[in-house]
């Protein structure tokens, strides 16, 4: 039962345009949504969050964006670099007794061409 | 440099063959766990440590051990690896940057395995 999807395993987009990475998620005790994002030969690297009591964060040119009725994130990036080419990953985060549980998506290979 | 270091960062081996693979954090990190990625999956978790001497199972613990005998260290080890274990392994250790509120992961570089 996978609590956390991305739908699209891939996307292309080009320089200098708009980026828009989705999530979708069924558990409604998440409380806290994660992006990371990976290139090849290297472990996953935080990204940008938001809290579930908030519908937006933004970071220079990330912004994520809650929808929580629809159970639904995704992350914009503009304007769209070369270097923004890599896997990102939805994650999101619900308290089980004293710890917080991490369940991660599919994974979502961004490509952003010249 | 704050970091998760892994090792080996590939490996090879042949079915029933033990292996251990270890992680280590120079972050004074409580909060320890192993994943795995495989296509189409995600990242999964295997096995989460909340400090020393304690450590539970996560989403996908079966073929695997670990191990918390002291902070730094958490190493997974796979008694008797088969193929279905083939794949690409992360360590992470959670911790809160300096000005967040939350707490994240922090990745090691990971490690492919391969059982033949």
């Known amino acids: 039962d996978q609590q956390v999807k991305q739908n699209s395993p891939s996307l292309s987009v080009q320089e200098g345009r708009i980026s828009i990475l989705n999530c979708d998620y069924t558990n409604s005790m998440f409380d806290y949504f994660l992006w990371y994002k990976k290139y090849p030969a290297e472990g996953p690297t935080f990204l940008i969050s938001?809290?579930?009591?908030?519908d937006k964060n933004e970071d220079g040119r990330f912004t994520v964006f809650l929808n929580k009725s629809a159970k639904h994130l995704s992350l914009h990036i503009v304007p769209s670099q070369p270097g923004d080419s890599a896997v990102y990953f939805c994650a999101a985060s619900a308290k089980t007794g004293t710890a917080s549980k991490l369940t991660f998506g599919t994974g979502t290979r961004l490509q952003v061409t010249l | 440099e704050a970091q998760v270091t892994q090792n080996p960062r590939y490996l090879i081996t042949v079915t029933g063959k033990k292996l251990t693979v270890t992680c280590s954090q120079n972050?004074?990190?409580?909060?320890m766990s192993w994943y795995r990625q495989d296509p189409g999956l995600g990242l999964r978790q295997i096995y989460y440590s909340m400090n020393v001497e304690v450590t539970d199972k996560g989403d996908v613990p079966e073929g695997y051990k670990v191990s918390r005998k002291e902070k730094r260290n958490f190493p997974l080890i796979l008694e008797s690896p088969s193929p279905n274990q083939t794949s690409l392994y992360f360590c992470?250790?959670?911790?809160?940057?300096?000005?967040?509120?939350?707490?994240?992961?922090?990745f090691g570089p990971g490690t492919r395995l391969t059982v033949l």
């Open positions: 938001i809290s579930s009591i908030k």
């Open positions: 992470a250790s959670e911790g809160r940057r300096t000005g967040s509120s939350y707490n994240e992961q922090f």
């Open positions: 972050m004074n990190h409580e909060y």
